[in-house]
């Protein structure tokens, strides 16, 4: 079992005072593309069972014995994750769960799982995954390969992007091997739509070069001919370096700044880091600025991480650790954040489901579930925290240091729901059986069209009541059969039918199969209104209005 990137080293607080940033000629930060502007998400997908046919048939990273099932005294756990949605369960040695049910498992060589876990991804917000792929050249390369396939289906069914995370952890011939099988097996995923991508070029990110711990002990020139091998091969290359990279030190080896500075895009970790607000707020001031700082000297892309927190040692704070760290690295104006991790079930660092309470977790295990600090969080809270922060990114949200996501989705304050869902609509016209109402009848691939070559067309919903408004979103068909495309559109809103208002004026609306073809629209505060009328005026796809979803959010 390969040492975990994760656990070797901490790092002390106490670092200088920021100095002057050095002279030198910048370019401007890359364009949105799917990592710059994006939320990405590490993914582990290291979880096998046995009797999930995977090559491995052990209980792959879930026990320290992996011939032996996961219990008290044989596991490799810091967290137990929430069971609830999984088809496919395996059982364990633990004791029966709280509530009195089998204590279970996943595999992540059960497609169903990962299928899982993508749902969730495209549900709550997470635009890409950087698929972890350590060693593929010793015992578990199989099941590794095996996930991947899983990967590139479950992304390109749901429609979130992915891309290939090299770690070089104990990787002892990794300099030529890599290079082997990023030609030999990953590149070949790079023809998936699904493949991320930036600035034109499929991304791959290499981590651990410099770090200063024994799993790594790789010298400069290595790194560097790596670096250099991948950008010749024409892609976007990111870097997962050590938290002080830019002063070479702590976690850092001395002589790494060439290698460091020449990746397109820099992802320093932070797990081990922090573990508090304050921390976060030290580490903005004292890492972050200056961070950020010398990458925009440069031209390169920063992409710091964002933790939950360890659960396992109480740093969690019911989400008020996290949204500090999505606040400060938006209000910084970083090129993307990198969430770490979602389904780190070893060390406690999950986003992914999380029983709420002890009901939920093995009688006697000694694991602390979401309510750990006497506030009762839902499984899926730090999901619903990571799609806010990606709309504050975005955005979508206005920049808040008080985080807008409710632990629970209870009666008060009342759950997220789509006010237009099934509700009655009116059009200005529209082609053959081609109905407003399909903007409602939540089938993504129905949709309305207008008459052709005749705008300004639109469309509207009756909520059936006065609410306040806080975004609307809009969708076409997510096939990437419906290409790249442009709608200028108005929303306007009313409560009594008659008379409008423009709560957004007409503007160019994006849909893009890469982005699920979706649009966002955040409404002024203070917005109301029981009808919502959206005003097409030009389509550079086709000449008609066209919308296969339309939702509203109080």
Known sequence: ????????????????????????????????????????????????????????????????????????????????????????????????????????????????????????????????????????????????????????????????????????????????????????????????????????????????????????????????????????????????????????????????????????????????????????????????????????????????????????????AHGDFMWRQFYNMTRLGVQGIYISMFDEYNEANQIAKTPETQAGIPVGSGFLALDEDGTRCSSDYYLRLTGDGGRMLKGLLPLTAVRPTTPMLTDTPPPVRDLAAGRPTTQSSQTQHYGSHHAVDADPHSYWESANHAFPQWLQVDLGAVATLARVELSLPPNPAWARRTQTIAVETSENGSVYTTALPAAARVFDPATANTAVLALPQGTRGRHVRLRFTANTGWPAGQLAGLRVYG
């Open 1 to 316: 079992m390969p040492l975990s990137r994760r656990t070797f080293l901490g790092s002390a607080l106490a670092v200088p005072a920021v100095g002057a940033v050095g002279v030198g000629s910048a370019r401007a930060a890359s364009p949105p593309g799917d990592v710059v502007g994006k939320i990405t998400v590490g993914y582990q997908g290291w979880f096998a069972a046995r009797g999930d046919g995977s090559p491995l048939d052990g209980w792959w990273h879930w026990s320290d014995n992996w011939s032996q099932p996961p219990s008290p005294s044989n596991h490799a756990l810091m967290s137990w994750p929430d069971m609830t949605d999984y088809p496919a369960k395996y059982p364990t040695a633990f004791g029966s769960l709280g509530d009195g049910r089998p204590a279970t498992v996943f595999s992540n060589h059960d497609y169903s799982t990962v299928d899982i876990h993508f749902g969730w991804m495209k549900q709550y917000g997470c635009d890409t995954a950087a698929l972890q792929r350590f060693n593929p050249t010793g015992g578990e390369g199989p099941i590794r390969d095996a996930v991947t396939a899983h990967v590139r289906r479950a992304a390109e069914s749901h429609g979130v992007k992915f891309y290939i995370m090299y770690d070089v952890t104990n990787w002892t011939n990794f300099q030529s091997e890599i290079k082997a099988d990023w030609l030999n097996k990953m590149r070949a995923y790079t023809a998936s739509p699904m493949y991320a991508r930036q600035n034109g070029k499929p991304v791959v990110c290499v981590w651990g070069f410099g770090f200063n711990d024994p799993g790594r002990p790789f010298t400069p020139a290595q790194c560097q001919e790596v670096v250099d091998w991948f950008k010749a091969q024409g892609v976007y290359l990111i870097g997962g370096v050590p938290t002080h990279w830019r002063r070479e030190v702590e976690d850092s080896r001395p002589g790494f700044g060439g290698v460091y500075r020449s990746f397109d895009m820099l992802s320093p970790w932070m797990v081990g880091r922090i573990g508090s607000v304050a921390d976060a707020d030290h580490f903005y001031t004292h890492i972050n600025t200056p961070d950020q700082q010398e990458c925009t000297r440069l031209g390169i892309d920063y992409q710091p991480c964002v933790l939950p927190g360890d659960l396992s040692r109480r740093h969690r």
